[in-house]
Every structure is written in structure tokens, then in C-alpha cells.
């Protein structure tokens, strides 16, 4: 098993284009997670969603947009990068939130720069 | 004030020691994670855990519900241990996690 994938490892964006990030996990969860992780902060939740087809918004949601069409795949896209939002992003999946199914498994990260 | 709080921020050790990792948290939980970022970014989870201890190798993660607190101790500790250790909760009922910003470890031989 793969785990949980990220796609691309890196990027370099100019301000104003947009891109996506695309997460995969072949564990069947239903629960999955984008965060954000910058110097000297925690890790922030952008989005995440309960199961195929939900998304909800995270603690720091404002310009990104996700989707989840598909149980495996959780989609997060910049419609119009800025340079706040160089970052490293990782996607997580876990198969619920009680204590039996918290377990968190997180992607390898994507390091994204905006100039 | 962050609802999830470490220290300390950074630890430096010689191989061998005994450390220990504290996360204090200010809101009900229904579970508290420990998870370890090596230094090439990889996230793992170590624990998981509502109450009482939990043993894994040298890694030993205790939590006290009614003082709001937990640690995190590491045995005979070792160069491959340094890492960034970070806490993280699960707020009774809720969905997401909120994390603390995490502990460095540097372990010295």
C-alpha cells in the first residue's frame, strides 16, 4: 500500500496563477484533511472532508477551494496564488475521529513557493 | 493563547538521556495526539491516546485529563530520535485537530 500520496513534491508559482494539489489514499478513510505548515506555527487546517462528495472549511479556508469527487482523492486548488500562501502543504486521511480510528497518516508534503 | 501549548520549544540532549516533551491543553478533549516530523518533513503518528499511558519501544506518552496535560518521555535516547514532536487535540465532538507548534529535539552523540 501506498499510503497517502501528494502530487507535485514541489512548485514554483507567480502571484496570480492557479494550480492544484492532489492528494491519494488507498486505505478507504473517510476522513481527509488539507493543512498548512509554516516556520514557527502549528500545523492549520485549511479544509478537510467527512466522506465522498462533503468538504468543509478548515481554520484558515480563504483562497482555497477543494473537492472530493472520488473516496480516494482530495483535490485542493489555488484559483489565484498570492505569496502568503508559500507554504508547505500536507494532505492526512483517517478512517474517523473516535479513539479506535483517529489515527492520522499524512502525505509527504508539497513545498510550494509564490514569487 | 493558543489552546495547545509545548514545551519546550527546543530540546538539545547527548545520546542517552532521558527527555521528556510537555503539551498542555486548555480545552475538553476526546483524544490527544503525538505525532513525530523527521527532519525531511514526513509526518508519523506515534500515539494516540484518551487516558492513562501508552508504551512503544523507548517512547512512553502519559496524560493527565483533569490537570490537562501530557508528556511525552523518550528512554535512552539516540541521534535518529531528533525530530520535531508535536501535540495535538481532538476537541470533544469536533472534527478537526488543533495542534501545538511543536517541540524540537536535537540529540547529540
Known amino acids: 500500500n501506498a499510503g497517502v500520496t501528494q502530487t507535485p513534491k514541489f512548485r514554483v508559482l507567480k502571484t496570480g496563477q492557479s494550480m492544484t494539489l492532489l492528494c491519494a489514499q488507498d486505505?478507504?478513510?473517510?476522513?481527509m484533511y488539507w493543512y498548512r505548515q509554516d516556520p514557527g506555527m502549528g500545523l492549520r487546517l485549511i479544509h478537510y472532508?467527512?466522506?465522498?462528495?462533503?468538504?468543509a472549511k478548515g481554520e484558515v479556508p480563504d483562497g482555497y477551494n477543494v473537492s472530493r469527487l472520488k473516496k480516494q482523492n482530495f483535490l485542493l486548488g489555488l484559483e489565484s496564488a498570492a505569496p502568503s500562501q508559500t507554504s508547505v502543504y500536507f494532505c492526512?486521511?483517517?478512517?474517523?475521529?473516535?479513539?479506535?480510528?483517529?489515527?492520522?497518516?499524512f502525505g509527504p508534503g508539497t513545498r510550494l513557493t509564490v514569487l | 493563547k493558543n489552546e495547545v501549548e509545548q514545551s519546550p520549544q527546543n530540546l538539545t540532549a547527548q545520546e542517552g538521556e532521558f527527555i521528556t516533551i510537555n503539551c498542555s491543553y486548555s480545552?475538553?478533549?476526546?483524544?490527544l495526539h503525538w505525532l513525530q516530523q523527521h527532519p525531511g518533513g514526513g509526518i508519523v503518528s506515534l500515539f494516540m491516546?484518551?487516558?492513562g499511558k501508552k508504551k512503544h519501544g523507548r517512547l512512553i506518552a502519559t496524560i493527565n485529563i483533569q490537570e490537562k496535560h501530557s508528556s511525552l518521555h523518550i528512554t535512552a535516547s539516540h541521534p535518529r530520535d531528533s525530530a520535531v514532536y508535536i501535540c495535538?487535540?481532538?476537541?470533544?465532538?469536533?472534527?478537526?485537530?488543533?495542534f501545538g507548534k511543536g517541540t524540537k529535539l536535537t540529540v547529540n552523540p
Open positions: 492526512a486521511s483517517s478512517d474517523g475521529t473516535t479513539i479506535t480510528t483517529d489515527t492520522q497518516y
Open positions: 486505505m478507504n478513510h473517510e476522513y
Open positions: 472532508s467527512v466522506g465522498e462528495g462533503t468538504t
Open positions: 480545552v475538553g478533549i476526546s483524544a
Open positions: 491516546l484518551s487516558s
Open positions: 495535538a487535540v481532538r476537541k470533544g465532538g469536533s472534527e478537526k485537530l488543533v
